[in-house]
Every structure is written in structure tokens, then in C-alpha cells.
């Protein structure tokens, strides 16, 4: 089946620095790829969906600015949080459907981001 | 709007009894039905669909309209079936899922 990849795995930050998470499909090309995230012993919330070649979409109460997406390539995505804080720490999961459709969606393996 | 409700968060079942997770939906439209599940230390993985309408692992999920529901059975648990299990939807032909809380499924040998 179709694998997408997420770097790094886990991340620890300082407080106010940046931090930049990719997503990629491996072996297949995703003009939109998908950006949860997921507290502990959490659902998975649904941020933003990422669109190849122009602007992500963001989820109502998700900060734009704060949680910037780029999608330059149809095999990569990139989240970065911007000047981080505690609070953001999460684990930060990516996914993709394959061939446009919904039932045929894979995911990363996500992204453990710590913020001190 | 929509929604997806799993009232149990966790559930322990005896090897070899039956198991059945509960998931209901909400959706103006013609909901497409997911269940997911996600093993210990690993990614999230599709475990079916309803409009499949097959059994994975022994799984078995039937999309009831009137009552909303998509709830997820085996007949006879299994050790390995331990794992976290989410029902997700999404609108026919959208992409976007929207997932249910989640249910910990633990398997009693």
C-alpha cells in the first residue's frame, strides 16, 4: 500500500523558537494532504488541509498564522509551528488519500513535539 | 454539521466472546462510514468501509440509516484485536474525515 512519512519523529523545543514538521508521500503523489493533531488518550482533531500549489485550508479555531502549511510539491507538505509554547506541544499526524478518494487514506506516523 | 459519537472509551471483552464497538453519526447528506484503528506503536490504518460491505479480520461494520449508526463487530475476540479504534466519516465524494473520539479496546486472554 501507498506510505507517507513524517520528520522528525519527535521534536523538543525552547519556548518561542519554530518548528517545522514534514509529511511525504512516498510512492504515490498527493495533491491534498491532511494535518491533525492529537492530545493524549485523544480523538484525532482534524487542523488544516494542505492543497498543491495554493493556500491550506484551516479548521475553524485553528490559528493560520501560528500553524503555517506549506504544500510546494505533490509528494510534500510541511506544518510549522511557529514561536511554540507549552500548550502546543501534541503529537502532530499527516495524512493523505490516494487517487482523491476518501476510503483510501494513509497516515504518518506522526510527529511528537514537546515544548518547553 | 457533522459528527461522529463512540460512547465507550474503553472496553474489555474476554477472548473468544463476542465484541461490538458502537459508533453513531451525524450528517444532512450521504455520509461515507470508516472505521480505523490504530495498533500499539503503530500508524493509523484503515480497518474498512461500509461501502465495502467486507469483513477485515473478522470484522464486520453494517451502516443502519435510520438509526444512524455503524457499530463494529466480531463475532469471537482475539488477543491481537487489542487496539485503539476510531469510526471516522466523511461526506460522499469530500475527502475530509471527521473522527469519532476513539474506542481502547483491551482483549482478556
Known amino acids: 500500500g501507498a506510505v507517507v512519512s513524517q520528520h522528525p519523529s519527535w521534536v523538543i523545543c525552547k519556548s518561542g523558537t519554530s518548528v517545522k514538521i514534514e509529511c511525504r508521500s512516498l510512492d504515490f503523489q498527493a495533491t491534498t494532504m491532511f494535518w491533525y493533531r492529537q492530545f493524549p488518550k485523544q480523538s484525532l482533531m482534524l487542523m488544516a488541509t494542505?492543497?498543491?500549489?495554493?493556500?491550506?485550508?484551516?479548521e475553524q479555531g485553528v490559528e493560520k498564522d501560528k500553524f503555517l502549511i506549506n504544500h510546494a510539491s505533490l509528494t510534500l507538505s510541511t506544518l510549522t509551528v511557529t514561536s511554540a509554547h507549552p500548550e502546543d506541544s501534541s503529537f502532530y499526524i499527516c495524512?493523505?488519500?490516494?487517487?482523491?478518494?476518501?476510503?483510501?487514506?494513509?497516515f504518518g506516523p506522526g510527529t511528537r513535539l514537546t515544548v518547553l | 454539521a457533522q459528527r461522529v459519537t463512540q460512547p465507550e472509551k474503553l472496553l474489555s471483552v474476554f477472548k473468544g466472546a463476542p465484541v461490538e464497538l458502537k459508533c453513531n453519526y451525524s450528517y444532512s447528506g450521504s455520509p461515507e462510514l470508516f472505521w480505523y484503528v490504530q495498533y500499539s506503536r503503530q500508524r493509523l490504518q484503515l480497518l474498512l468501509r461500509h461501502i465495502s460491505r467486507e469483513s477485515i479480520k473478522g470484522f464486520t461494520a453494517d451502516l443502519n440509516k435510520g438509526e444512524t449508526s455503524f457499530h463494529l463487530k466480531k463475532p469471537f475476540a482475539q488477543e491481537e484485536d487489542s487496539a485503539m479504534y476510531y469510526c471516522?466519516?466523511?461526506?460522499?465524494?469530500?475527502?475530509?474525515?471527521?473522527f469519532g473520539t476513539g474506542t481502547r479496546l483491551t482483549i482478556i486472554p
Open positions: 494542505s492543497n498543491e500549489g495554493s493556500k491550506a485550508t484551516y
Open positions: 495524512s493523505a488519500p490516494v487517487g482523491g478518494r476518501s476510503y483510501e487514506q494513509f
Open positions: 471516522a466519516l466523511s461526506g460522499f465524494g469530500n475527502e475530509k474525515l471527521t
